[in-house]
């Protein structure tokens, strides 16, 4: 394949303005590679920054769950992360870089995904990281760069790696305090894609008894194809009841996968005495809840756990469950509804803060 000279990016310059540039496609190292990429879908991280840059890293190129082929392979790389052999023409994802130096990489590796000082291509800072982030037609791959082998999938699978990864992490940390089993009632709470992944990959789990939870018709609706058994409209006012009726008690394990205070707020009251509770809803914070110690915590003694992003095995898992989804007939793929080409990322940043869609994606050519 013929390497152009320069190609197409799209940079968040300032929130709410997503400029394309031309740049330079340099030649790469011997550690380096070269990627031309397929897609990217974007993720709510990316929708902040559009909104107000939380993490002051504009000037930036976004994107950071996309796949594309190898075009160019520096002559050091010869293998993935996972040991499994790298060419010219292989499909990769990227994944995150713990930092390998703070207290929790040296002292706490098996728990090496609350690393601060970690890496992912597509949220690095600053013009020399053009070209390090999925939103543009190249990328490229620095030395040292978490790299995983995934030609085996389609290009729409593959888009939904990352936030999947999201997903195997926390039903992992879930499993620590809960013994999922068919007849488990597992209710989610908040259905847009991390939710969605979530209920999918627990139906793979085998359980039969999923109750999906959000305000919007239109999820819930996708959620019974995803493998939801039941569903429940969260905003209404009797909808703790429901919950009670349809588990005989409440729930005995309940993710909360919202994002709204409110929400995390009444998600406790789903649980059933005895049950378990995962929260997963906030990468960023948007503000304190509330809850009743003794009524939605002591008195029921619920088990809770929190989930963080992902390691490099969650992302090896996420490779399985996904395919098993699509092996099982599960439409997982029809969780990407827009598709943009990167001259109208503004277009697609505005469509996912519409909520009218569920994963949107930037596709090539
Ligand atoms: N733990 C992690 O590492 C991690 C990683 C990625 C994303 N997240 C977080 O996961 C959350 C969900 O991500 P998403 O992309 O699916 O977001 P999303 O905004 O598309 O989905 C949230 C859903 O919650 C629903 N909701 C709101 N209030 C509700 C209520 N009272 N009852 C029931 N449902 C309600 C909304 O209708 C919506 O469908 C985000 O807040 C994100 O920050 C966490
Ligand atoms: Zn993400
Ligand atoms: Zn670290």
């Given at each position: 394949?013929?390497?152009?000279?320069?190609?197409?990016?799209?940079?968040?310059?300032?929130?709410?303005?997503?400029?394309?540039?031309?740049?330079?496609?340099?030649?790469?190292?011997?550690?380096?590679?070269?990627?031309?990429?397929?897609?990217?879908?974007?993720?709510?991280?990316?929708?902040?920054?559009?909104?107000?840059d939380p993490?002051?890293?504009?000037?930036?190129?976004?994107?950071?769950?996309?796949?594309?082929?190898?075009?160019?392979?520096?002559?050091?790389?010869?293998?993935?992360?996972?040991?499994?052999?790298?060419?010219?023409?292989?499909?990769?994802?990227?994944?995150?870089?713990?930092?390998?130096?703070?207290?929790?990489?040296?002292?706490?590796?098996?728990?090496?995904?609350?690393?601060?000082?970690?890496?992912?291509?597509?949220?690095?800072?600053?013009?020399e990281h053009?070209?390090?982030?999925?939103?543009?037609?190249?990328?490229?791959?620095?030395?040292?760069?978490?790299?995983?082998?995934?030609?085996?999938?389609?290009?729409?699978?593959?888009?939904?790696?990352?936030?999947?990864?999201?997903?195997?992490?926390?039903?992992?940390?879930?499993?620590?305090?809960?013994?999922?089993?068919?007849?488990?009632?597992?209710?989610?709470?908040?259905?847009?894609?991390?939710?969605?992944?979530?209920?999918?990959?627990?139906?793979?789990?085998?359980?039969?008894?999923?109750?999906?939870?959000?305000?919007?018709?239109?999820?819930?609706?996708?959620?019974?194809?995803?493998?939801?058994?039941?569903?429940?409209?969260?905003?209404?006012?009797?909808?703790?009841?429901?919950?009670?009726?349809?588990?005989?008690?409440?729930?005995?394990?309940?993710?909360?996968?919202?994002?709204?205070?409110?929400?995390?707020?009444?998600?406790?009251?789903?649980?059933?005495?005895?049950?378990?509770?995962?929260?997963?809803?906030?990468?960023?914070?948007?503000?304190?809840?509330?809850?009743?110690?003794?009524?939605?915590?002591?008195?029921?003694?619920?088990?809770?756990?929190?989930?963080?992003?992902?390691?490099?095995?969650?992302?090896?898992?996420?490779?399985?469950?996904?395919?098993?989804?699509?092996?099982?007939?599960?439409?997982?793929?029809?969780?990407?509804?827009?598709?943009?080409?990167?001259?109208r990322m503004?277009?697609?940043?505005?469509?996912?803060?519409?909520?009218?869609?569920?994963?949107?994606?930037?596709?090539?050519?």
């Amino acid at each position: 394949m013929a390497i152009p000279a320069t190609c197409r990016i799209s940079v968040l310059e300032e929130p709410g303005k997503m400029t394309l540039k031309e740049v330079p496609v340099p030649a790469i190292t011997d550690e380096e590679i070269l990627v031309k990429v397929e897609g990217c879908g974007i993720c709510g991280t990316d929708v902040h920054e559009y909104k107000g840059d939380p993490f002051k890293y504009c000037p930036v190129q976004l994107g950071h769950e996309g796949t594309g082929e190898i075009v160019a392979l520096g002559r050091n790389v010869t293998k993935d992360f996972t040991g499994k052999p790298l060419k010219v023409g292989d499909k990769i994802v990227t994944g995150l870089k713990p930092c390998g130096e703070c207290d929790t990489c040296r002292f706490h590796p098996e728990i090496k995904e609350l690393c601060n000082g970690g890496e992912i291509f597509g949220l690095l800072p600053g013009a020399e990281h053009y070209l390090n982030g999925w939103f543009g037609e190249y990328m490229k791959v620095n030395a040292g760069g978490v790299v995983f082998n995934v030609s085996d999938m389609d290009r729409d699978l593959r888009i939904l790696i990352e936030p999947a990864a999201v997903i195997v992490h926390a039903v992992e940390q879930a499993k620590q305090i809960f013994n999922f089993k068919f007849g488990s009632y597992v209710l989610v709470q908040g259905c847009g894609p991390i939710g969605l992944l979530l209920l999918t990959m627990v139906r793979c789990l085998g359980v039969r008894n999923i109750i999906a939870c959000d305000g919007d018709a239109n999820r819930l609706e996708f959620a019974k194809k995803l493998g939801a058994r039941y569903t429940v409209n969260g905003l209404a006012g009797d909808a703790v009841e429901e919950v009670a009726e349809i588990t005989g008690g409440g729930a005995e394990m309940v993710f909360q996968c919202t994002g709204s205070p409110k929400a995390a707020s009444r998600a406790w009251k789903y649980v059933r005495r005895g049950g378990s509770f995962c929260e997963l809803g906030f990468f960023t914070n948007n503000g304190d809840t509330t809850y009743s110690p003794h009524l939605d915590m002591c008195n029921k003694q619920v088990k809770a756990c929190g989930s963080w992003t992902y390691q490099a095995g969650d992302w090896v898992q996420s490779f399985d469950f996904l395919k098993e989804a699509q092996e099982r007939g599960l439409p997982v793929t029809d969780l990407i509804t827009h598709k943009y080409p990167l001259d109208r990322m503004g277009e697609a940043m505005e469509m996912n803060i519409s909520m009218k869609g569920l994963k949107i994606a930037y596709v090539a050519g």
